[in-house]
Antibody, heavy 119, light 110 residues
Framework: EVQLVESGGGLVQPGGSLRLSCAASGFTFNTHWMSWVRQAPGKGLEWVAN????????YYVDSVKGQFTISRDNAKNSLYLQMNSLRAEDTAVYYC????????????WGQGTLVTVSS | QSALTQPRSVSGSPGQSVTISCTGTSSDVGGYNYVSWYQQHPGKAPKLMIYDVNKRPSGVPDRFSGSKSGNTASLTISGLQAEDEADYYC??????????FGTGTKVTVL
């Protein structure tokens, strides 16, 4: 069974940093693109970042370029999102999602971790 | 990277059909046959319902179908059931490994 479990969310002050993790199991992690998608409270979904199977390519939505860094450790079956210079508008539930092999979509999602940026 | 446009809400009685539109541009929806639809119940993670415009993952009822014409994609739910009440989001590939989601539509079963 495919499982994605996010962790690392919490309350952080504006300007602070946070590192999210996503532990993957139930599939061959290093054969799938992975993504982070976020959802602000009461708002819609927003794609944040993608990373290729081997970590050699990374892509970001314009609003987080230079601020967030996606990475992965295939030996640990883990996906990460390093978030710096956090702002109130980064407050959201952050979901880890698996790319469906060979397709331009995400087929499994974690339950999400809440990041709250507030003083 | 502007969000795709969806109606805020649609509703229907049990057994009826509803259709949700998702309008983008020639740079996303119109440029690729890579539109997905996700269902999200309150407090839950999104669930993939349709990918590649009209393909259903295993386990998704055939009441759910997708289509596309020009810059607008559509999700149709036939034979509406109570458990279909949820938020629905479209998502399109936008080139250069970038993606854009729709604004979301709340489906209400009357």
């Amino acid at each position: 069974e495919v499982q994605l479990v996010e962790s690392g969310g919490g309350l952080v002050q504006p300007g602070g940093s946070l590192r999210l993790s996503c532990a993957a199991s139930g599939f061959t992690f290093n054969t799938h693109w992975m993504s982070w998608v976020r959802q602000a409270p009461g708002k819609g979904l927003e794609w944040v970042a993608n990373i290729k199977e081997d970590g050699s390519a990374k892509y970001y939505v314009d609003s987080v370029k230079g601020q967030f860094t996606i990475s992965r450790d295939n030996a640990k079956n883990s996906l990460y999102l390093q978030m710096n210079s956090l702002r109130a508008e980064d407050t959201a539930v952050y979901y880890c999602a698996r790319g469906k092999s060979g397709y331009y979509t995400r087929d499994y999602w974690g339950q999400g971790t809440l990041v709250t940026v507030s003083s | 990277q502007s969000a795709l446009t969806q109606p805020r809400s649609v509703s229907g009685s049990p057994g009826q059909s509803v259709t949700i539109s998702c309008t983008g541009t020639s740079s996303d929806v119109g440029g690729y046959n890579y539109v997905s639809w996700y269902q999200q119940h309150p407090g839950k993670a999104p669930k993939l319902m349709i990918y590649d415009v009209n393909k259903r993952p295993s386990g998704v009822p055939d009441r759910f179908s997708g289509s596309k014409s020009g810059n607008t994609a559509s999700l149709t739910i036939s034979g509406l059931q109570a458990e279909d009440e949820a938020d629905y989001y479209c998502c399109s590939y936008a080139g250069n490994y970038l993606y854009v989601f729709g604004t979301g539509t709340k489906v209400t079963v009357l």
